[in-house]
């Protein structure tokens, strides 16, 4: 089947014969016309097998009529990192660029300011991580009121990074009346579970076994300890006609290591995980796609997104905790038709991790072993405590481990006593024998530890002075009967400018003499405190209107 024959525009077909593409892959084969059809769909295909172009080709079909309006999106497409949505947005510029169609990228690290002002003009296509998308939600710079097309892309990586809350509450603000389409490479239960709970009557297109790998890459297993690793890394990098690769470590900071590492031994590497800044992660990868870099030291955040056809190699330096990131590992690799070798690097403690990925995978990783490196075997011990260092330690050099309650411990034996003294001193004493007692100091009761004779002195203590703060305190019964009657009003305690007295009043006269003039005004002295008004006290006879 060709392009043409899945219902899509002239200028949708013309940019695509442009890339060079004239005939579709299973999934977008499947996918494409129940899409243009407005339905709702639930794809499951293996990483690398074009998800992206089945959904993004017939959007711009879709989206092609209509305008978008100020703040009001017409699709989301939500993915989990940076990396994959800045992936997607250059899908629609390459197969839109012969449409009239309005984009935004919402990711973190970028400016908020850019992004608001590409918003108020209006997009047609609004393409975010979740974490940047609910904060300008919560800004008020989005509705999403009209949103006709929503894409949940790479859901089974949004429930790993913890991501499924905010996608919930992204999906209650949309309107009810919407086309959702969700894109996973596996399908666990709970990705199941939440498809039924998104979807309306999809249709499920399915074309390869959940979670398979490309028949295209080569796999093999390297077992080590984990001293050896890096020199391992270091001999297949240099024997195994390695053109690009990338190298997955499960940890930031291992990232690190394994970086300064290669570019001490004289290889062109460089870095890429989530801690670094947005402008160092676009210039890293960008200058890996160029052909600048080489080997591009890694986290799983480029596990998924990037897009490069001609990668030689994967190495997996630390076998990765989740089986399913096993698949869009090794998935970078061997795309597009093209072959390519994947080669992880296990210690014996990872025994549990690569039987899960082999049960995941449903065949058993073929074994390889570099010349000059010890071989190791995997250990399947259930045992949760894994030793970091690699070769296992002799019998005689183990130690044994001592209890970690301290009471657990043996008492050391200092010197030979009669036994008479030591069943003596381990028999219980009663309460008051113990208080009886004298003060024997501190080592010379047998059966006891160290520090229990002290704590019990202390408390001894404490409960004497206790009884004794008890005994001093009066009973409340007492404090009632000191009492005495209820005090009604102020009681004994009379404010004292109440008992003041007053100042007789003057004659009518004598107020009209003091209002004639101004200097009688000023020659008249201030009254004393004595001689303010006083006000009759309830029951006192007031003598001065006698």
Known sequence: MLFSELGLGS?????????????????????????????????????????????????????????????????????????????????????????KLSMALLIGGESFGDQIKKLERGVDVLIATPGRMMDLFDRGNILLTDIKVLVIDEADRMLDMGFIPDIERIVSLLPRKRQTLFFSATMPPEIKRLADKFLTSPEEVTVSAPASTATTVAQHLLVVHDEDKRGALRHLLSTDDVKNAFIFCNRKKDVAVVHGSLVKHGFNAGALHGDMVQSKRTETLEAFKAGTIDLL?????????????????????????????YVHRIGRTGRAGKS??????????????????????????????????????????????????????????????????????????????????????????????????????????????????????????????????????????????????????????????????????????????????????AATPARLPSEQAHIPIAGEVDTAGS
């Open 11 to 99: 200028e949708v077909l013309r940019a695509v014969e442009e890339v060079g593409y004239t005939t579709p892959t299973p999934i977008q084969e499947k996918a494409i016309p129940w899409v243009l059809q407005g339905r709702d769909v639930l794809g499951c295909a293996q990483t690398g097998t074009g998800k992206t172009a089945s959904f993004t080709l017939p959007m711009i079909e879709i989206l092609g009529r209509g305008r978008a309006k100020a703040r009001m999106p017409r699709s989301l497409i939500l993915e989990p990192t940076r990396e994959l949505a800045a992936q997607v947005a250059e899908n629609f510029e390459l197969y839109g660029k012969y449409h």
């Open 297 to 325: 030291v890694c986290s799983d955040v480029a596990a998924r997104g990037i897009d490069i056809s001609n990668v030689s190699h994967v190495f997996n330096f630390d076998t990765p905790h989740h089986a399913e990131d």
């Open 340 to 521: 390519g070798r994947a080669f992880t690097i296990a210690t014996p403690e990872d025994g549990k991790l690569v039987q899960a990925i082999e049960k995941l995978i449903g065949k058993e990783i073929p074994r390889f072993e570099v010349e000059g490196i010890e071989k190791a075997e995997l250990s399947f011990d259930d045992d949760g405590r894994r030793r970091r260092g690699g070769r296992p330690e002799k019998k005689d050099d183990r130690r044994r481990p001592e209890p970690r309650n301290r009471r657990d411990r043996p008492v050391r034996e200092a010197t030979a006593e009669p036994v008479e003294t030591v069943e003596a001193a381990a028999a219980p004493e009663s309460r008051e024998q113990k208080r009886e007692r004298p003060d024997r100091g501190r080592f010379e009761a047998r059966g006891e530890a160290r520090g229990e004779f002290r704590r019990d002195e202390h408390r001894r203590e404490r409960d004497d002075r206790r009884d004794d703060r008890r005994d001093r305190r009066p009973r409340r019964d007492d404090l009632d009967d000191d009492r005495g009657p209820p005090v009604v009003g102020f009681g004994d305690d009379v404010p004292a400018f109440i008992l003041r007295q007053a100042r007789p009043p003057r004659a009518a006269s004598a107020v009209e003499s003091e209002a004639g003039t101004d200097d009688h005004k």
